[in-house]
T-cell receptor, first 117, second 109 residues
């Protein structure tokens, strides 16, 4: 079974530029998560999708971040415009369950490392 | 402020030593998970503990969930270089998922 795929693996941009990340979850997984992991910290949940609907985006900085999951499969996360403090690893995860419970395992992709100069 | 605080933040030990990592919160969690993350990879689930006072063992790793379900610990016996990585606890509180601050472990051969 293929794991969660993410691209690109690395991205370097100037501040105020735009950037987009792509995630393809494990086939059949209903729930998709985007996390931001700043160096030296644990991941922070940005947004959670259940199929193509948003379940939780309370920690997503909506003035500059947006995400979509058209057709309930793959997803894109966009930052526009980027700031220096957006430098982090952006992790995508998926799970087969429909609710946020710890009986359902999240499978993580390798992440995209973003550097904003 | 992190909902889940981990200690220590960094740990560097020699192969063969024992160690304990702690995950603490002022909030009650219905269950907690432990993950290990290696450089350039996403976190990988190690264990889920669901009952207060529960102890789970995974080879040389022992996980304990506090009686009050506010804290957890991870004990590694006879650490090996392959145990090197970032250890993260995680839990659901009011239907939101939170990771701890992480403990970076380095086991020297």
């Amino acid at each position: 079974e293929a794991g969660v795929a993410q691209s690109p693996r690395y991205k370097i941009i100037e501040k105020r530029q735009s950037v987009a990340f792509w995630c393809n979850p494990i086939s059949g997984h209903a729930t998709l998560y985007w996390y931001q992991q700043i160096l030296g910290q644990g991941p922070k949940l940005l947004i959670q999708f259940q199929n193509n609907g948003v379940v939780d985006d309370s920690q997503l900085p909506k003035d500059r971040f947006s995400a979509e999951r058209l057709k309930g499969v793959d997803s894109t996360l966009k930052i526009q415009p980027a700031k220096l403090e957006d430098s982090a690893v952006y992790l995508c995860a998926s799970s087969s369950g429909y609710t946020m419970t710890l009986t359902d395992t999240q499978y993580f992709g390798p992440g995209t490392r973003l550097t904003v100069l | 402020t992190q909902l889940l605080e981990q200690s220590p933040q960094f740990l560097s030990i020699q192969e063969g030593e024992n160690l304990t990592v702690y995950c603490n919160s002022s909030s009650v969690f219905s269950s907690l998970q432990w993950y290990r993350q290696e450089p350039g990879e996403g976190p990988v689930l190690l264990v889920t503990v669901v009952t207060g006072g529960e102890v789970k063992k995974l080879k040389r790793l022992t996980f304990q969930f506090g009686d009050a379900r506010k804290d957890s610990s991870l004990h590694i016996t006879a650490a090996q270089p392959g145990d090197t990585g970032l250890y993260l606890c995680a839990g659901v509180n009011f239907n939101k998922f939170y990771f701890g601050s992480g403990t970076k472990l380095n086991v020297k051969p």
